[in-house]
């Protein structure tokens, strides 16, 4: 379905209403309050965004987007409000949640790769806020880093700065307070640049770029996989996107990691819309850059072997996904009454 990438899409007034059951009594209908409950609205739709418990805080995208300037502020204190822009917004059609992505517009805060060959790839900060109406997500700030030279996000959940709130009152109050150790940035930014550095030195035969995106990303052929229909079509759609991305960072960066890497972060950036892609692009940046950590230790590794680390991947994610689908999903009632 087509995705909300625009800020005006989403920077809508919410409101709160009360919630309400209709029972059917022989003398017509009669309308019980449900106190512990209530509905956030799109006030410019109407649209019943999701119905929360009595506790919930409520936090608009516009509010969000302000405690996320302030969240630059207090990570990067060294700056300006007026000096980070807004450069990705992504929401699913219904506006229940969104992502918004903010990046610092000069290079003051930039820090170079040096690869093998001398030439510098330059990677510079962004900050991304979610927000959501349903009590699905959390109310959150990610701080990660981007490819500039084709602005490719990508988090890394394992070491990377994070603030995360649940959508309570007793937890956001009104108004959120950063913190943050001093180091901590500058020691990420260390071991990130030692983690592609690692990515660099392990060498990938161009045939193998394709099974390994298709494993970090968990992309998978339909099941059964019947010639001559739309799915059927689609698989050969993204095969063919993926080939094209992997000859072109092959051909620019080598027969390395770092270059598969680069693939994956452009596609889990700009996924396709696409019957075999299930994931967004915030959950597709996550898987990637929690392979860049886990990955980086693997290829290190003196007995590393690519086939035989792609074997276990395969397993790693059937096993999942196997576990997930075993896994009994919550009733509509107690995941909106989550938070």
């Not at 989403?10 to 059951?21: G, I, K, R, S, W």
């Not at 649209?47 to 995208?61: D, K, Q």
């Not at 900050?127 to 699905?136: A, C, E, L, W």
């Not at 059927?232 to 598969?260: F, I, P, Q």
């Amino acid at each position: 379905m087509p995705r909300l990438t625009k800020l005006d899409d989403v920077l809508f007034p919410v409101a709160e209403h009360p919630v309400f059951v209709s029972i059917t009594e022989k003398d017509g209908e009669r309308r019980l309050a449900v106190p512990e409950k209530k509905a956030i609205l799109n006030q410019k739709t109407n649209r019943v965004l999701g119905i929360v418990s009595r506790g919930y805080r409520l936090v608009s995208n516009r509010e969000a987007l302000d405690m996320a300037h302030q969240c630059c502020r207090t990570v990067f204190p060294e700056t300006q409000t007026g000096e980070w822009d807004v450069n990705a917004i992504d929401a699913p059609s219904t506006a229940g949640y969104c992502h918004i992505d903010l990046v610092h517009n000069s290079a003051a805060l930039d820090f170079s790769f040096v690869p093998a060959a001398e030439r510098p790839d330059v990677f510079g900060p962004f900050i991304r806020v979610t927000n959501s109406f349903n009590g699905m997500r959390a109310l959150g700030f990610d701080i990660g880093f981007y490819r500039k030279i084709c602005k490719n996000g990508m988090i890394v959940p394992d070491t990377i700065i994070r603030f995360k709130f649940s959508h309570q009152q007793r937890e956001i109050g009104e108004a959120i307070q950063f913190e943050i150790a001093k180091d901590k940035l500058s020691k990420f930014k260390t071991s990130f640049t030692d983690s592609l550095a690692g990515l660099r030195k392990c060498t990938v035969p161009r045939p193998q770029f394709e099974p390994l995106i298709l494993g970090v990303l968990s992309l998978r052929p339909p099941q059964p996989l019947k010639s001559d229909t739309r799915e059927a079509k689609d698989w050969d759609t993204l095969g063919k996107h993926l080939g094209e991305l992997s000859t072109r960072y092959a051909g620019e960066l080598g027969a390395n990691a770092y270059a598969v890497f680069n693939a994956i972060t452009e596609f889990a950036s700009n996924p396709l819309e696409n019957r075999c892609v299930h994931r967004d692009r915030h959950s597709l940046q996550r898987l990637a850059g929690s392979w860049l950590t886990s990955f980086t230790t693997e290829c290190g590794k003196p007995d590393f072997r690519l086939d035989g680390y792609l074997t276990e991947l395969a397993k790693a994610k059937t096993t999942a996904e196997e576990k997930t689908l075993r896994t009994p999903s919550s009733g509509v009632g107690e995941l909106f009454a989550r938070n």
